[in-house]
């Protein structure tokens, strides 16, 4: 009878953490959508010191249904977007990503998800170079 007790607790806990972390990554998620001015700012790593940091501003915008739009030096070019819950990601593609252009799919680590603030980062080895690592940081508040 014990046995069977302590089976119905465990099998009523185990249904309700799912069911929270299904609520939590719609939380979570919808916390990207909307209207963002980003400060990005990108550091040259050499043999594990800080070469040079730049930064800039620019403006994206998340829909519901995973597309959006970034504004960059050419204009507004189209995105798409998908979100990763466990570890927190974000995966864009169709845009560069400011001044060094990175190809069209950047994988994002979030670092910070809050509704109205998010920071982001990834980071890019070259292939050949004197350059360890670009990072790359989005601090990014709500319009």
């Keep these: 009878m014990k046995r069977l007790i302590l089976v ?3 099998l009523t ?3 309700c953490r799912k ?3 299904a609520i939590d990554f719609d939380v979570k998620r919808n916390n990207i959508v909307g209207d963002w001015e980003i400060t990005q700012v990108i550091q040259e790593i050499r043999a594990d010191t800080l070469y040079s940091e730049s930064s800039n501003t620019l403006s994206i915008s998340f ?3 995973g597309t959006g739009t970034e504004d960059v030096l050419i204009g507004t070019v ?6 990763q819950y466990n570890p927190e990601k974000v995966v864009i593609t169709g845009a560069p990503s400011g001044p ?3 190809g069209s799919v950047q994988y994002y680590d979030i670092i910070k998800n ?5 920071i ?3 980071e890019v080895v070259p292939k050949n170079g004197v350059v360890d690592v670009y990072r790359n940081t989005w601090k990014m508040d709500r319009k």
């Design 114 to 118: 809050e509704k109205n603030r998010q």
């Design 78 to 83: 189209d995105i798409e977007w998908l979100y």
């Design 120 to 122: 982001w980062e990834f």
């Design 63 to 65: 829909s519901q249904d």
């Design 19 to 21: 069911d929270d972390a």
């Design 100 to 102: 060094l252009i990175l």
């Design 13 to 15: 806990l185990l249904s």
């Design 8 to 10: 119905s607790i465990l």
